[in-house]
């Protein structure tokens, strides 16, 4: 009887380390997998999204498939003098003749709309200018917009008043107009146009403002809504 109670003792002992390892191995499995979904997650869509419009040798202007997007040719370096007009072909101006002064660029954020052909030169150093209609774009998705400007080179924004639609999109001979700050569109044209080479006249020119009597961005000429007249200088 001893012997038998020894062996069903023996056996227990067995059943119990044997569950223990199972229960053991589950956990660990159990938390493997918790570990792997937290460091490695999926990439987002936007992100994905956002890879496929990097410019490249192989791949000079990616905003080409960007459904809605406006592009154009100018010659570049042709200038005007204040108050001399230009008479652009897109509202917003996206390129062509414009002032000798450019606007200054560098994270510029300008809380009145500014004279079109300065702004048209800061276009041809490379930079993206973000216009917006003032009535139709306020609170959070301003804030949003002005964010992607704020101490960022190269790049800038402005009221637009009479914009017909709600935010436009300008870089050299690009353009995209949007209804929403969330547009998906709106980071697919900053990946493929920021400071990119391929698509602008001027890689490495100057951003910087230029001060009092040429272009000063704290009392900026202003804009003049007024169609050009038979007197404004031709945009090629």
């Known amino acids: 009887m001893k012997g038998a109670t020894a062996m069903a003792g023996s056996g227990k002992r067995r059943v119990g380390v044997l569950a223990g390892t199972v229960l053991s191995l589950v956990t660990l499995a159990a938390c493997t997998t918790v570990k792997d979904q937290v460091t490695t997650p999926p990439a987002s869509p936007s992100t994905?999204?956002?890879?496929?419009?990097?410019?490249?040798?192989?791949?000079?202007?990616?905003?080409?498939?960007?459904?809605?997007?406006?592009?154009?040719?100018?010659?570049s370096g042709l200038h005007v003098t204040a108050p001399q007009r230009v008479a652009y072909d897109h509202s917003p101006p996206i390129g062509g003749r414009h002032d000798g002064y450019w606007a200054a660029c560098n994270g510029a954020v300008y809380p009145t709309a500014v004279r079109n052909e300065n702004m048209v030169h800061a276009?041809?150093?490379?930079?993206l200018w973000i216009a917006y209609d003032p009535d139709r774009v306020t609170g959070a998705a301003l804030d949003s917009l002005k964010a992607r400007v704020e101490n960022k080179p190269y790049t800038m924004i402005s009221p637009y008043p009479g914009l017909?639609?709600?935010i436009s999109l300008q870089t050299w001979g690009h353009q995209l107009k949007v209804d929403t700050a969330d547009d998906p569109r709106v980071d697919e044209f900053f990946t493929a146009l920021t400071l990119n080479k391929y698509t602008y006249p001027e890689p490495g020119a100057s951003?910087?403002?230029?001060?009092?009597?040429?272009?000063?961005?704290?009392?900026?000429?202003?804009?003049?809504?007024?169609?050009?007249?038979?007197?404004?200088?031709?945009?090629?």
Not at 59 to 75: A, E, F, K, L
Not at 123 to 127: N, R
């Open 123 to 127: 276009l041809e150093h490379g930079t």
């Open 164 to 166: 017909d639609q709600p």
């Open 48 to 75: 994905s999204a956002k890879a496929g419009f990097v410019p490249s040798a192989a791949d000079h202007d990616p905003s080409t498939r960007i459904p809605g997007i406006v592009i154009d040719i100018y010659p």
């Open 207 to 236: 951003c910087d403002a230029l001060g009092q009597g040429l272009f000063d961005p704290d009392s900026p000429p202003p804009f003049d809504p007024s169609p050009p007249g038979p007197d404004a200088a031709p945009v090629r």
